[in-house]
């Protein structure tokens, strides 16, 4: 898998503001290059900006996105799109296939997504067929498709970095 971007969709800024963050976070701390957030706020967008200025990498964010147009121009470019939703395959039956993309976008939703997007999407996926959560579904899919362990991908450039330790907290600042 060479490129992974997360799209956001039904972010609505008076309510999903932290969750919205959360799904930005783990996409770039999966190694994602970044998340199309189809909403404009732009408070989500300096919270991860900052985090990127502060702990490394080159994550983007791109605001008050098109989403149509996006995927349009995301499947012309040879792309590939997987929706996560609770009443898709189970990714345990369909993540071999999955993996074999070059350019993958991660479609998650916030309240119910557009029906559109079931047709759009090359493949509807459910992280186990019960409700749960966009942040953990996100996690779990990054984790079963990424060729390269996504808990040890590496950062550009940080200005902190966390040397691990079996007791307390050890933060080196460049
Ligand atoms: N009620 C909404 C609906 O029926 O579309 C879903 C709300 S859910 C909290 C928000 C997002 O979490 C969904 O759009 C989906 O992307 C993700 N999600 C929740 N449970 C999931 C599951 N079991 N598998 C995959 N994605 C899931």
Redesign the pocket.
Known sequence: MKEIVVLRLGHRPERDKRITTHVGLVARAFGSKGMLLASKDTGIKKSLDDVTARWGGTFFLKNDINWKREIKDWKNSGGKVCH???Y?LNLSDISHEIKTANKLMIV??????PPEIYELADWN??????????VA?LAVTLDRILDTDPLKHDFSNPKLEIKPMPIGKKVTEK
Do not use: F, I, W, Y
């Not at 998650?108 to 997504?113: F, I, Q, R, T, W």
């Open positions: 996560l939703s609770m898709g998650v939703g916030a309240e119910k997504v996926v459910a992280v186990g067929n019960q409700p749960h959560s966009e579904a």
